[in-house]
């Protein structure tokens, strides 16, 4: 998620030069090597998200409480253009039900701010992060998630950071930018990170789809609908407990594509996710 814009034609180069464990091998996941669940919300019911990062009593902060305070200026000094909110912080409620057979739902919507946390914002939007309940260093996280549909500046993105703190590494599991899937591993000697892309996957917005990443501690290999994507080496210095945030930002970088009217309203939807050990 810490794609710099200057870093955007090094990654499509390194996506396009890494070789053939870039490329999609199209094999199945074998789930025999899978032990047993770690980490299991099904979105049947509202999750409970705590709107302080101190706080340890549910499974999600709407936050990014490892970057620092809690509603840092992160999101803005990183050149983003949403806020994430909840209704003690700013009144705003950004998550809604995402169907009627559940999961949940994230709404980034044009907004004014005035709290000061918010300066320069122009959009409420919300994330979840497991930081305060569960972080896994070896094994597969799957989450099934349906993408935003149409608009460019939209940043939709379901990734890893490190349970220690700081940064790097970092682990995305994807991102898509104007409606191509990313997969990226950021580490202390590549902090703009070795990218796989997938363009033929499309918008992946026409229903909730399976992504999925499979960590041995030797390799990181992604999945979508149980498919393998790309595989990459683990990068050194990455072999490290990640926890997990799903969020959608809007940016007007030249990677995601410039703001445009349809950025926003967009949501993105989560209808489950889940961890396993490895056997």
Same mark, same amino acid.
């Given at each position: 998620?810490?794609?710099?814009?200057?870093? !955007?034609?090094?990654?499509?180069?390194?996506?396009?030069?890494?070789?053939?464990?870039?490329? +999609?091998?199209?094999? $199945?996941?074998?789930?025999?090597?899978?032990?047993?669940?770690?980490?299991?919300?099904?979105?049947? &019911?509202?999750?409970?998200?705590?709107?302080?990062?101190?706080? /340890?009593?549910?499974?999600? !902060?709407?936050?990014?409480?490892?970057? %620092?305070?809690?509603? &840092?200026?992160?999101?803005?000094?990183? %050149?983003?253009?949403?806020?994430?909110?909840?209704? #003690?912080?700013?009144?705003?409620?950004?998550?809604?039900?995402?169907?009627? +057979?559940?999961?949940?739902?994230?709404?980034?919507?044009?907004?004014?701010? #005035?709290?000061?946390?918010?300066?320069?914002?122009?959009?409420?939007?919300?994330?979840?992060?497991? @930081?305060?309940?569960?972080?896994? $260093?070896?094994?597969?996280?799957?989450?099934?998630?349906?993408?935003? $549909?149409?608009?460019?500046?939209?940043?939709?993105?379901?990734?890893?950071?490190?349970?220690?703190?700081?940064?790097?590494?970092?682990?995305?599991?994807?991102?898509?930018?104007?409606?191509?899937?990313?997969?990226?591993?950021?580490?202390?000697?590549?902090?703009?990170?070795? +990218?796989?892309?997938?363009?033929?996957?499309?918008?992946?917005?026409? /229903?909730?789809?399976?992504? %999925?990443?499979?960590?041995?501690?030797?390799? #990181?290999?992604?999945?979508?609908?149980? #498919?393998?994507?790309?595989?990459?080496?683990?990068?050194?210095?990455?072999?490290?407990?990640?926890?997990?945030?799903?969020?959608?930002? @809007?940016?007007? %970088?030249?990677?995601?594509?410039?703001?445009?009217?349809?950025?926003?309203?967009?949501?993105?939807?989560?209808?489950? @996710?889940?961890?396993?050990?490895? /056997?």
């Amino acid at each position: 998620m810490r794609l710099l814009p200057l870093a !955007v034609a090094t990654l499509l180069l390194t996506a396009i030069g890494f070789g053939t464990a870039q490329a +999609a091998v199209g094999g $199945k996941l074998d789930r025999t090597q899978l032990g047993s669940l770690s980490f299991n919300d099904p979105f049947t &019911s509202a999750p409970t998200i705590d709107v302080g990062c101190s706080s /340890k009593t549910a499974r999600y !902060v709407d936050q990014f409480c490892g970057e %620092g305070a809690t509603n &840092s200026m992160y999101p803005r000094t990183h %050149g983003e253009h949403e806020c994430y909110s909840d209704p #003690v912080f700013d009144g705003i409620l950004p998550f809604t039900q995402f169907s009627a +057979a559940g999961g949940i739902q994230i709404n980034a919507a044009r907004h004014l701010f #005035v709290v000061p946390a918010c300066s320069g914002a122009l959009y409420s939007s919300g994330m979840l992060s497991t @930081i305060n309940s569960f972080s896994m $260093k070896h094994g597969y996280w799957e989450i099934t998630a349906q993408m935003p $549909k149409g608009g460019q500046g939209r940043w939709p993105a379901i990734w890893l950071m490190p349970q220690a703190g700081g940064w790097p590494p970092e682990i995305d599991i994807v991102e898509m930018a104007q409606g191509v899937w990313f997969g990226t591993q950021h580490s202390t000697a590549n902090h703009n990170g070795v +990218a796989a892309s997938a363009p033929a996957l499309g918008c992946l917005c026409d /229903k909730p789809h399976i992504f %999925g990443l499979l960590n041995t501690g030797t390799k #990181v290999v992604w999945y979508v609908d149980n #498919v393998e994507i790309a595989e990459q080496p683990m990068m050194a210095g990455n072999d490290v407990p990640y926890y997990l945030i799903i969020n959608l930002a @809007i940016y007007g %970088g030249s990677w995601q594509g410039a703001e445009t009217a349809t950025s926003a309203p967009a949501a993105m939807g989560v209808t489950a @996710i889940r961890a396993y050990a490895l /056997k």
